[in-house]
């Protein structure tokens, strides 16, 4: 079964930075497709990033240039480098892999104006 723990959310005041960390059990993240996913207060779940095995990456525009989707295979950890943060980043932040395992806890951010 696989088990996904997300960590490194906090409260940080705009402009600011924090690195959030996804570490997998149960499936090697080598081969497979990575994502970043939030929930803010009161919407629904929406996708962030996503990184294939092969290199390709995306990012919704509100993020594009400030957030970066990474992995370390050997560790199977997946991050989220994220710089600039806004008031509007505050969420729960969650990562899964494909194909889409059950939620873990996530990690909650929340960026002070």
């Known amino acids: 079964q696989v088990q996904l723990v997300e960590s490194g959310g906090g409260l940080v005041q705009s402009g600011g930075s924090l690195r959030l960390s996804c570490a997998v059990s149960?499936?090697?993240?080598?081969?497979?497709?990575i994502s970043w996913y939030r929930q803010g207060p009161g919407k629904p779940r929406e996708l962030v990033a996503v990184?294939?095995?092969?290199?390709?990456?995306n990012y919704v525009a509100p993020v594009k240039g400030r957030f970066t989707i990474s992995r370390d295979n050997a560790k199977n950890v997946v991050y989220l480098q994220m710089n600039s943060l806004k008031p509007e980043d505050t969420a729960v932040y969650y990562c899964?892999?494909?194909?889409?395992?059950?939620w873990g806890q996530g990690t909650q951010v929340t960026v002070s104006s």
């Open positions: 899964n892999i494909i194909p889409l395992q059950n």
């Open positions: 990184a294939t095995a092969t290199g390709t990456i």
């Open positions: 149960g499936s090697a993240i080598g081969g497979t497709t």
